[in-house]
């Protein structure tokens, strides 16, 4: 697990990771002035890879970084960079900055975007998905343009490592007027009397690849699903709840802010759905 | 203007500012995970370097990032730094994030915080003191700990590009109820009937160095002055508006959101505490 990759990919060329570096003037490192995306890569094979890259692609039309990448550009070092590194399992992670200038909040401009890009392994998440893992609850004090993926992640660490010294594996995000919006870096979903149900997209909530996947194979097993925003109360007194994300996938809770959600075990309709996220993954890469 | 500087300090050592790169997992880089200062060099002298040192000690210790730094290790780092950079006026910048460690939103631990610092040169302002600038006005979208200086800058650099493209030097954030609270990267004064009047520190704002120098400044003045919210409207119909950082040190407003202040020139109180501010940079330094 995490032993350090061979190869990165910055600005244009592949460099030994131990050496893969961005200037100091970087506007991400200043200013957060950049998106960034993981996706999973199973069996040597990336998983969603278009959809990541249209997500990164619009949050940088967003916030008006200019640049060159495309979809099949992207793609091409992906897998360059898979191969090179032999990355039969894990993740690609990407990040696009408005370049390196000299500090001005102000967007410069005829400078080059910086890309940068790696692998790393993926620990393995066996036990957690068979049962379940428990959410602590937390106010949202983020900004009000979370739907787009930049890199001012500032609050989402402080309250995921407060979940972590709870002994829980996520934080989810409780924003005042809507209820509880989204993990961390998660998409949270609730069911209850058979009814799928996560908080509608909108500017407090990242449009997740995996919430999307999971949308569509609801709808594709006939489980009902409706986008309505839910509080704490209503959550807790669910008969199943679930996260998801590039990485933990299908991920069922089993307690949210010490409450035992349903009888504490995943449910039925949870397991339904990481069945049917396996068989996506399957079909798309030949399995893990 | 903005020549590349010779050297930068990067994890306890001098490198030539063209090679100086931080690696692509620094948390700041991938997290916004760190904080930031920026200090003025006048003569070669730093101009309140102590004060800058703690507000990035004391953000440090919310953000609970565990590091060796202090006043005098910082300092004489600086020192060096302003020598062989020959930096006689300009600026500092220096930041501190919670180290390199393969991504994971919660804290690592046993990693080493990464240090990096660079000078440069700053502008001269003379036009815009002497006449003052435009300002518009624009929600307050942050988050919700602005009183950590943290490098989560995504809101300020798209608020102040917004002004820049609208002809304006600032832009104000007002947010729902407390009204005009702060700058993209200053704090705000009005002044009406001889009554300085600046918010109140809170979560919302960062508590500006520049802005507690002019409190006192103009309590040795004998200007009465309160920290208290005021909204647009009351901005608007004020005599004198400034704003405060820095590197604009004492701004005078002449604009805001197309409003012309007083009689569109910088007024009296605001020439007053422009000259004290200057008073105590030379005091300080010896003087630009």
Redesign the interface.
Known sequence: M?AMPQW?F?NNEFRP?SE?????E????????GV?EVARVYRGTMFGLEDHVQRMLQGAAV??IEHKWTVDSLRTIFKELIARNDQQDGIV?W?LTRGTA??N???PHGVEANL?A?T?DYPNLSASWENGIKVIVTKD?????CH?K?????????A??AA?RQGAGEALFEREGFGVIEG??SNVFMIKDGVLKTPPLSHHILPGITRSYVLQLAAAAGIPAEEAYFGRQELVAADEVFITSTGIEVMPVVEVAEAVIGNGAPGPLTRTLQQAYEGKISETTGGR
Not at 150 to 158: A, G, Q, T
Request: no cysteine; aromatic share 14%; proline share 6%.
């Open positions: 995490n990165a910055v990771f893969a570096a961005l200037p100091i970087d506007r991400g490192t200043q200013f957060g002035d960034y916030i008006e992670y990040q000299p500090r909040h102000v967007f940068m790696y790393r004090i983020r900004w009000l343009m787009v930049s890199v001012n992640l500032l609050p989402n660490v402080l995921k490592d972590a961390g870096s």
